[in-house]
């Protein structure tokens, strides 16, 4: 059977049962903007399931266009490298908008599974949530002794979100044969391939509420969902969904155009024939390539696809002609393909043509980059962005093309990276690039610029080049310039360490240094300020750093080694450094860790390191072979490349090491120059990636002077002692928790009586305007007067300047009339506002002035008899 054949099987069973068949909704939907894209079939049903849309139907079918590459679903790294993965799918799917429920639609799937489609029932077996015995009871009725497992997990149990619809879900499973790899579904070994699901039914029999309960919803819904493209691989006896004949007429189309012939499940066949529909779906749909939200993930997959066609020998444009394929596999039962044919073609040619005059040179700088990269390794996120930035390569491309050479990638330092060119990109202009030229022509025709400053502050050495406003000059005597010497005392911002400031001084000149920075890894630029005399290339000159500074910045730098030890030594070795930030005043380090640091272990951290410190433990730096220091036991920082010599920090105790690390910058001798040391926070940078903030030396002692100080005026405040600060704290704490309930129970009973009570046909509107009030408050005003006025609608407002908030609520009665999420809608109209909720309870906020009587009107109107 083929897969137009099972469409249209679906859709005519479903419409032979009482269901309006509706057309796929857009890829791009316009009902939700919390989606990137339609991901499911029930999306154009969201608000017919929550009761804030009607329609004249009340079971319906359909078969969506669905995509998940981006957000929440994302399965765009998992195509071509499974059987069933993809970023463009077809979604099979009933639906029942409170006619009729679990049993109904198990029948009916069960019934177009085992008889309009014939499959046998001996390879039929279901998952039910491990509560729902009526799930479990139905199966037994309809399926006999067929194989039903409760499973307790989420996957049985689905939600709309935080608040909303939810229900436990019963999915139906096919066997592939016991020559397929995997177990029973809720087993160990449950995630092989042997068992696939091919239909999932969700019952949306409950609702979640904001305060945590659960309640029954008064209609209860069906939403099902079918992969096409899996049930047809069953139907048609494939084991790969890619091996279904709408696939295989794009692969052998993909034979052709690049004259390969290699195995049908071949992975880069599998991730142009997914892609081309990706791509063409959603220009169809009316997304166009660009650089952000939906046609940057339409971009992104457009590259994979180009870069995977590299992989087969296409280096010519060759994705244009297969979305001619795929408009004739699929634009009669899309026909929005059919008219966006050109469209397609030209836009996806256009896209191949900017990206293929780069991807060669791309590849080229890539594979030199993880030349010196072993596997396990990482390529560092610097050179990741500089492929996106300069070649096109989205990250996920870099991570793909790295994924068969085992190299991941630093993607914090590919987000750092990004964060910073975007913020440059708001202040410099077009100057980035003539300061580039300049630098890359220095460094074709300089020496790289040796360092003297790992045992001096000062020294003498003879200036190579002035760099002024972009461009090498001969003289300098006033303004801001890049000073370039031969050698030098100052330490070139690197690693985390910033760059050292000092003076350059000749018998014609002083020269101030604000900034050190290395340029194309080769070229020390000393950047500054004239402050007297002249300069020319070739004058002899003296170098001389702040060495109170540097002294700073040295103990700073031990104390972030010292810290990744204590780390290590407190949380485990799966600590490491993915980023660090020091300068004289404070320090910075990012590391891999998941979870916040409890205060117990920050306290446990501090104190280890300050043990080091007050041990006076010796730091020896020296420069030895790369993997002899690796083998000897040296850390290597996440993600960056050495050469062959390193340059080695040993922080030893005893004769065993306490930090032991690959490092250029600059050292302490001895752990006991810290002085004391200070964790001032510790937080979330990223999705795996904590950062602690921390001082050392005398900066500790100002900390804790202004923090005594600060103490000091406390206790003079609350006139106690400063060992009574905190009682006294909590006491007062205690005494204004107390007031602000009489306050509030004030406040409450106040607006209780000037409530306002509308009656018509039996209902009655209970109304209260409030004024500063906020929704914690709100909402307790509205439960307060339901537990008095239990039945009727109750609504109450808070004016807070120009916002106004509102809290609804229906009594069970009413709610099939009139939900409260509907009555909250049609208050926040004209008040630009949005809320949420449900037929119980519903809230939100807009701002303006709300006009009482017309809100009391329109609620009686949306009353239905």
Known sequence: MLVSDIRREFLNFFESNGHRVVESSSLAPHNDPSLLFTNAGMVQFKNVFTGLENRDYRRAA???????????????????????HHTFFEMLGNFSFGDYFKEEALDFAWTFLTKELALPRERLLATVFHTDEEAKSIWKKIAGDMLVIPIATSDNFWSMGDVGPCGPCSEIFYDLGNDVPGGLPGTANGDGDRYMEIWNIVFMQFEQLENGERVALRRQSIDTGMGLERIAAVMQGKKDNYLIDLFQTIIDQIKTISKTSYADTFPSYKVIADHIRSVSFLMADGVAPSNEGRGYVLRRILRRAIRHGHLVGLKEPFLFKLAGTLVDVMGQTYPELEKARELVASTIRQEEENFLETLERGLKILQSDVKSISVGGVLDGAKAFKLYDTYGFPLDLTQDILRSEGISVDVVGFELALQEQRSRGRWTGSGDVKEEAVWHSLREKLKPTAFLGYDKEGSTGRLLAIVQDGSEIPFVSSGKAFFITESTPFYA???GQCGDVGIISSPNGSFRVTNTRKFCDSIVGHEGNVISGSFRVSDEASLRIDGDRRQKIKVNHTSTHLLQAALRSVLGNHVVQRGASLNDERLR?????????????????????????????????????????????????FGEKYGDMVRTVLVERSGEAVSFELCGGTHISSTGEIGSFKILTEASIGSGIRRIEAITGANVSKYLTEMDDALLEISDKLKCGRSEVLPKINELLTELKRKNQEIFAIKQKNAQEKMQVFHRDGVDIHLMVVADYNIEELRSLNDAVRRQKPSGIIAALSQNGDRVLVTVSVNIELQDKCAAAQILKTILAPLNGKGGGGAAFAQGSGSGTPQILSIVEQIFSMMRP
Do not use: Y
Request: charged share 25%; aromatic share 4%.
């Open 589 to 637: 380090l990012d590391f891999s860790h998941s979870s916040a640091i409890v205060r117990k272990d920050l306290l446990k951290i501090e104190k280890i390191v300050n043990g080091w410190i007050r041990e006076n433990l010796p730091v020896a730096c020296r420069d030895m072979p790369k993997n002899d220091a690796i083998a000897a036991g040296a850390m290597a920082l």
């Open 493 to 495: 911002e690197s690693g």
């Open 62 to 84: 359909s078969s969506q266009k669905c995509l998940r590459a981006g957000g929440k679903h994302n399965d765009l790294d998992q195509v071509g490298f499974t059987a069933r």
